[in-house]
């Protein structure tokens, strides 16, 4: 039998869900109708630059922190879901980050890194980072910080940048 704790979270859950969103599971929305500006994608060779872990928390997303936002899907219609970010940069006056995931079929994929687990993830299961693709977001499109990633794991997905994709 579930808590009371456990039912009001749930459907508080539930009902912001139904506020915020138009249709769609809560894995999978539309976009937010407030007028925020759609992530922007680029090839991570194409936005190459030095890169440096410097998590400060002052409530500015910094590198080596992971935040969430609205991520469409690349099929572009309309479509997407709140996703982890890890911050690597800045350009064009908005955060660079990098998408990351809880798929275990991006195990083998050469154009992600394992980083395990962490406390960005409520279920604890390991997760990826997409090193191809990079991810442009304003900083008030962040919906929340999830934690900060340690300098170790940091520093894999840096090496991987500098050595595949022309970051310094």
């Given at each position: 039998m579930a808590s009371w704790g456990s039912l009001l979270r749930r459907a508080t859950t539930y009902g912001l869900d139904l506020l915020t969103h138009s249709r769609g599971?809560?894995?999978?929305?539309?976009?937010?109708?407030?007028?925020?500006?759609?992530?922007?994608?680029?090839?991570t060779a194409d936005r190459a630059r030095r890169i440096g872990y410097a998590p400060d928390l002052d409530g500015a997303a910094d590198?080596?922190?992971?935040?969430?936002?609205w991520v469409s899907y690349e099929e572009g219609d309309g479509r997407g879901k709140d996703r982890p970010l890890l911050v690597v940069g800045r350009g064009r006056g908005r955060l660079l980050g990098l998408m990351l995931s809880s798929q275990q079929s991006h195990v083998d994929d050469r154009d992600w890194v394992s980083i395990g687990a962490g406390?960005?993830?409520?279920?604890?299961?390991?997760?990826?980072v997409r090193l191809d693709r990079v991810l442009e977001v304003?900083?008030?499109?962040?919906?929340?910080?999830?934690?900060?990633?340690?300098p170790q794991r940091f520093e894999l997905v840096a090496a991987r940048?500098?050595?595949?994709?022309?970051?310094t």
């Open positions: 599971t809560p894995q999978e929305r539309t976009a937010p109708s407030r007028g925020t500006p759609p992530v922007r994608t680029a090839p590198p080596g922190e992971i935040v969430w936002a406390a960005w993830d409520r279920q604890g299961r390991a997760s990826y304003g900083e008030h499109d962040i919906r929340r910080e999830g934690a900060v990633l340690d940048l500098r050595s595949g994709y022309g970051w």
